[in-house]
């Protein structure tokens, strides 16, 4: 995802250490334990852009915007900005006194857009982007100190403690183990509210879940969705979810047969039961998909084939029509391989597709790879049709919809060119108005769904455990929860039973 995000900007545009951990790695009065869902590949925001390494980094480095409590952009280093009637020239004005953790004053590190004097940063765009705020809000757009980055140093993020423009920095890492995250003493909110936050990871859903019931944990990002309805029942304070700004999806292989073929894509999106994907195997209440943005970012109101309001009955009907027209049936099966990587619900979906499309003489085999594997073979297009999807960089429809330009490159697993979709993109991402820039981007989505290279399912859900002790914790769609936002109170960690 940190792909496209580069590469917008540029349109828009024209490690650890080895010193000796703490020995309190628990939660305690002032000290917030986190569990991360995979270990944090590096600090340097720029380099890494995994979720666990982005999720530390967003504790720790500011840029002219960050993201709140809800996660929406605010005002970051910047304390306000103005923005040009055509929606191209973004002037951001800077507070004053800004500094890094070190001291040093934080003026140089943002000058790389365009700098308006010390007080000010302007921002010139090729395109109305109506979401730079949340884009400078990332942390790869973060204020770094270039002042210890560019003294030749192997690695300035070895530093202990590690210079940052945010609420926290970095005091100690022990790989595999834990990050510890110590107060800014120069960030210009003043002192954060929480003194000392830890990271630990825990690639294992269950296995997280199990040390936060333990009291070892504050806060689980993740647990086994076949252990929700249990947790809901033992620990109904502690369970967080809430609607996600993101969409799962299998994509099918557009440059070769079967799948060069929009009858057969048609038919087997038609025949899709999303419903009772929904219903029967994701029980913390995933809203079925047709289309690819999630309703958050159209006021509610998702993009939906006109198909979608015919009873399943018709649609199969259909299916079976246009399959038959593309040449298939009793005699000439359609036969394919449905890719998936290494998750049983992954498998539990491709089965149950294969399942629902049986019946109309398809035979649908499942091959399970690892992670890496799966989408090594995706991006150069060794598959038929694969499990997919996408969690937004940006809460706008462009960051879901870009991916599928003919010239998105490997990220278009699809292989899918349409010069009329890439149009009608263009068109909608240079509409400064936002009503007429929405309809324009769902006019986008509908000629993408029309063509359909991917197969929508449903939207995301997140899930978390949160102790009652921690305070600020607001479910957002961008799953957004910036430790700077939470504070505690006095109680356990662990959460109470349920009655």
């Known amino acids: 995802m940190r792909v496209l995000l580069i590469l917008l900007l540029s349109a828009l545009l024209a490690a650890c250490s080895g010193a000796k951990a703490p020995q309190a790695a628990t939660p305690g009065p002032d000290r917030l334990v986190r569990l991360a869902d995979a270990e944090i590949r590096?600090?340097?925001?720029?380099?890494?852009?995994?979720?666990?390494?982005?999720?530390?980094?967003?504790?720790?480095?500011?840029?002219?915007?960050?993201?709140?409590?809800?996660?929406?952009?605010?005002?970051?280093?910047?304390?306000?900005?103005?923005?040009s009637p055509d929606g191209l020239t973004w002037r951001f004005i800077l507070r004053p006194g800004l500094r890094f953790s070190d001291g040093t004053p934080n003026t140089a590190a943002i000058r790389s857009v365009e700098a308006d004097g010390d007080a000010a940063v302007v921002v010139r765009l090729a395109a109305p982007f109506p979401q730079l705020p949340a884009l400078l809000a990332h942390p790869a757009m973060a204020a770094l100190p270039l002042h210890r980055a560019g003294q030749g140093a192997a690695d300035w993020t070895a530093e202990r403690p590690?210079?940052?423009?945010?609420?926290?920095?970095?005091?100690?890492?022990?790989?595999?183990?834990?990050?510890?995250?110590?107060?800014?003493?120069?960030w210009h909110r003043g002192r954060a509210p929480i003194g000392t936050v830890i990271w630990k990871p825990v690639d294992d859903p269950l296995a997280g879940m199990r040390l936060f019931l333990a009291g070892e944990a504050d806060i689980s990002g993740d647990y086994p969705q076949s252990r929700h309805d249990w947790l809901k029942q033992q620990r109904p304070s502690a369970v967080r979810t809430g609607d996600y700004l993101g969409s799962y999806y299998f994509t099918m292989n557009t440059r070769n047969p079967p799948f060069d073929d929009v009858r057969v894509r048609r038919a087997l999106g038609m025949a899709a039961d999303r419903e009772w994907l929904a219903r029967a195997l994701l029980p913390m209440g995933n809203a079925p998909a047709y289309g690819l943005v999630p309703p958050a970012l159209y006021v509610g109101l998702p993009v939906r084939p006109d198909w979608a309001s015919l009873s399943l009955k018709r649609r199969q009907?259909?299916?079976?029509?246009?399959?038959?027209?593309?040449?298939?049936?009793?005699a000439r099966p359609l036969r394919?391989?449905?890719?998936?990587?290494?998750?049983?619900?992954?498998?539990?979906?491709?089965?149950?597709?294969?399942?629902?499309?049986?019946?109309?003489?398809?035979?649908?085999?499942?091959?399970?790879?690892?992670?890496?594997?799966?989408?090594?073979?995706?991006?150069?297009?060794?598959?038929?049709?694969?499990?997919?999807?996408?969690?937004?960089?940006?809460?706008?429809?462009?960051?879901?919809?870009?991916?599928?330009?003919?010239?998105?490159?490997?990220?278009?697993y699809s292989g899918f060119a349409d010069p009329s979709y890439d149009a009608l993109l263009d068109r909608a991402m240079a509409e400064p108005d936002p009503a007429r820039r929405m309809t324009a981007m769902r006019a986008a989505e509908a000629r993408l769904l029309d063509a359909m290279p991917v197969i929508p399912l449903w939207f995301y859900r997140s899930g978390a455990l949160v102790a009652p002790r921690v305070r600020g914790w607001i479910d957002n769609p961008g799953n957004i929860h910036p430790s700077a936002a939470l504070s505690l109170a006095p109680a356990p960690a662990i959460a109470a039973r349920g009655k």
């Open 42 to 83: 590096g600090l340097d925001p720029q380099v890494y852009s995994d979720l666990a390494s982005l999720r530390v980094a967003a504790d720790q480095f500011e840029g002219l915007t960050r993201f709140n409590v809800f996660g929406m952009a605010v005002t970051g280093l910047a304390r306000d900005w103005k923005v």
């Open 162 to 186: 590690l210079v940052t423009s945010g609420p926290y920095r970095t005091r100690d890492w022990r790989l595999n183990d834990r990050l510890v995250l110590e107060r800014n003493p120069n």
């Open 317 to 330: 009907a259909e299916a079976k029509r246009l399959l038959a027209a593309a040449g298939y049936g009793p």
């Open 336 to 412: 394919f391989e449905i890719r998936i990587n290494s998750s049983a619900e992954h498998r539990r979906m491709a089965v149950a597709l294969a399942a629902m499309w049986k019946p109309l003489g398809v035979e649908a085999s499942v091959l399970n790879s690892e992670p890496a594997l799966h989408f090594a073979a995706m991006r150069r297009g060794d598959f038929q049709m694969a499990r997919s999807g996408w969690i937004a960089d940006l809460p706008a429809p462009e960051n879901f919809l870009a991916v599928h330009r003919s010239d998105a490159g490997e990220v278009n």
